[in-house]
């Protein structure tokens, strides 16, 4: 009878509410989740097998949970690094990809915590951002030092965020430090040189690793003692690789690769990795641009088309990649374009400015003894081969390493013949992969700017009726190419596409800087282009390999470029890196430069505000070391 009673309340229901009755039951408790992360180092922890590391607390947390093997963090530098990840996108196909940048980005594309908050997440960040787009939308309810999950509503479900500072570049050089690794006991890659300043900064490395870890194990702390352990998904990673030099803005794996620790409670099993197992290893390959949609996926949202990472996790988990992607852009105020992909075992590196070393100077980096002692050295002629590679020029093409063999990436396989054949197949993986995200960075920064004034960055890759992206991305690869012969490259200098014609120069300037002649006559009428960033490149030319009048006339143009009032804040960083790399022969237009006011400067925005004052810096001190001369 009892029975016959509840088959007829469930009826009742069912026809008083006109849904089936199962629909009145609470629907399934959406899980926390949790990001503990940290800054500037690699997977020097130990549940990566290093021994040397103290890092007991994200070392419970993969026992308990499982860790990636390989997971990369696309940019070798924070703030496009994040920009990857809010987005999850590409920096490189957003446009933001140089450091402390910013571009629009289409305000219907949402930063993804901005979805979460759509769903009823209260989303906090405690505390960095440094995203290279604006937040048209915000994505989170609370974002600062006082930001915490325990603010929101009873019964919220939330996604937050802890960055630890402690990992960070700028802390492996503090003085004075309180030591606790032995600086003999650190591993030296074969990279660095072993110096006393080396060895400190690594072993100084390793303690602020060591600190990070405390900050992730007070968190998880916090959150067993609230009771919500056992409701929350916990991810723990770090932003890139170790903020030591050759690691951090390298767009090899020592600047790519990061730890990365996942732990799913049971009652979330079911969202958990296909291959998640307590205390495991995944082989998976994950990409920061992945985050953005797997946590939506977690939630069960399904993530934007737009989005170009795959969730590996929740109910729209994607195919895994077969090849992760690196990309390198401007650092602080030097200008760089390095491609590279890896499948797990190699690591492919494509160069693009090959005149310019991988080790330019850059005053941020240049704080860390290591760096200095490193450089010191180089000059003095007192390094081995794989020690001097950061420093020379020109740099190779492309690089190739076997990181089963070779971690510290020192032997470069593209060199050997017998690698034909692999070199071949990462040639065609990276084409295809810039095509299919847009990389619209193949351009000059200023020029990206320039062309996309009327739409975003975003918007002018997707336009090939305004951006003709695969002839631009063609013409890079045969102007930075052994192959490059001058007459193809001749050519690209009347192509209608800016990009080529840019490219065509660049080709040229590295054929100059090699010594070998080039046909100015073809150079000099494009100091008049449409494009600043071709007038720079061509007067740049006109200056190295001109007539005393053609000289006259490059530095006339570049002064004028290198001045902000006159060009505008993109086009003067590019400018004026010119002249500084042009050295005694840019010396005429010091003192003019030098007297530039930079505290009014009309900045598309405040995050370029360093760049020109360290180059005027720079140019001071080359003025100074050429007076110091006998």
């Known amino acids: 009878m009892r029975y016959l009673f509840i088959v007829f309340a469930l009826l009742v229901v069912e026809c008083l509410s006109g849904r089936p009755a199962m629909a009145q039951q609470e629907s399934p408790k959406l899980p926390n989740v949790l990001w503990l992360t940290s800054e500037d180092h690699g997977p020097h922890m130990g549940c990566y097998g290093d021994r040397l590391a103290r890092t007991p607390h994200v070392d419970q947390l993969a026992k308990k949970g499982m860790r990636f093997r390989m997971a990369w ?9 994040r920009t990857a990840i809010i987005t999850g996108v590409y920096p490189s196909a957003s446009g933001a990809l140089h450091m402390r940048s910013m571009v629009p980005w289409p305000e219907e594309q949402l930063l993804f915590p901005a979805y979460l908050r759509k769903a009823g997440y209260y989303t906090t960040n405690n505390s960095k951002e440094d995203y290279n787009v604006p937040k048209a939308v915000p994505p989170w309810d609370k974002s600062g030092a006082n930001a915490h999950w325990k603010n929101r509503k009873p019964g919220q479900p939330f996604f937050a965020v802890f960055n630890s500072t402690k990992s960070h570049e700028s802390q492996i050089r503090k003085r004075p430090h309180q030591a606790m690794t032995k600086p003999a006991d650190v591993r030296i890659p ?40 056992e409701d929350t998904i916990v991810f723990y990673y770090a932003d890139h690789g170790s903020g ?27 969202l958990a990795p296909a291959d998640y197992r307590t205390g495991g290893v995944s082989d998976r390959l994950i990409s920061f641009v992945d985050l953005a949609p797997t946590v939506l996926s977690l939630v069960n949202i399904q993530p934007p088309a737009y989005m170009q990472g795959h969730a590996f996790a929740g109910p729209f988990a994607a195919p895994a990649h077969q090849y992760l ?26 160069n693009y400015l090959l005149h310019l070393p991988h080790g330019q100077y850059l005053e941020y980096q240049f704080q860390t003894p290591t760096t200095v002692a490193w450089k010191t050295l180089f000059d003095q002629g007192k390094l081995n081969p794989a020690q001097s590679a950061m420093w020379v020029t020109p740099r190779e093409p492309e690089e190739l390493y076997d990181l089963s063999s070779d971690p510290d990436e020192v032997v470069n396989l593209a060199l050997d013949p017998a690698h034909a054949e692999t070199i071949a197949r990462f040639r065609k993986v990276l084409f295809d992969q810039n095509v299919r995200v847009r990389d619209v960075c193949y351009l000059p920064e200023e020029e990206m700017h320039r062309r996309s004034k ?46 080529v014609r840019y490219w065509g120069l660049i080709g040229l300037l590295i054929h100059q800087k090699r010594g070998e002649p080039i046909p100015l006559q073809a150079v000099l009428p494009l100091m008049k282009d449409e494009s600043p960033s071709v007038q720079i490149v061509a007067a740049k030319l006109a200056v190295l390999a001109g ?3 053609e000289q006259a006339r490059g530095l006339a143009l570049l002064k004028t470029l290198a001045t902000p009032e006159k060009s505008d804040v993109l086009t003067s960083i590019s400018a004026l890196t010119a002249i500084e790399s042009l050295g005694d022969r840019g010396q005429s237009l010091w003192d003019d430069l030098l007297l530039m006011n ?3 400067l009309k900045l598309p925005d405040q995050r370029f505000s360093p760049y020109i004052p360290r180059l005027l810096l720079n140019l001071k001190e080359l003025k100074e070391r050429q007076a110091s001369r006998p």
């Open 598 to 600: 930079t505290t009014n």
């Open 190 to 229: 074969k990279y660095h040189p072993d110096t006393p300043e080396v060895r400190q900064d690594w072993a100084q490395y390793y303690d602020q690793v060591s600190a990070a870890d405390a900050d992730a194990g007070v968190h998880l702390q916090e959150l067993a003692d609230a009771g919500l352990a």
């Open 547 to 549: 007539s005393s009048a």
């Open 325 to 350: 992607f690196g990309v390198r852009g401007r650092m602080d105020e030097r200008p760089d374009h390095v491609r590279s992909v890896t499948d797990g075992r190699y690591v492919y590196l494509r």
């Open 454 to 499: 009327s739409t975003t960055p975003w918007g002018l890759g997707h336009s090939p009726e305004t951006f003709a992206l695969e002839k631009t991305i063609e013409a890079a690869d045969v102007a930075a190419s052994k192959a490059a012969k001058i007459e193809e490259l001749s050519k690209f200098l009347s192509d209608p596409e800016p990009g």
């Open 244 to 270: 030591m030099p050759r690691n951090k803005r390298w767009a090899g794996n020592t600047g790519l690769q990061v730890p990365f620790v996942v732990y799913f409670p049971e009652k979330y099993r079911h």
């Open 73 to 81: 963090s696309v940019v070798p530098v924070c703030a496009p690094a």
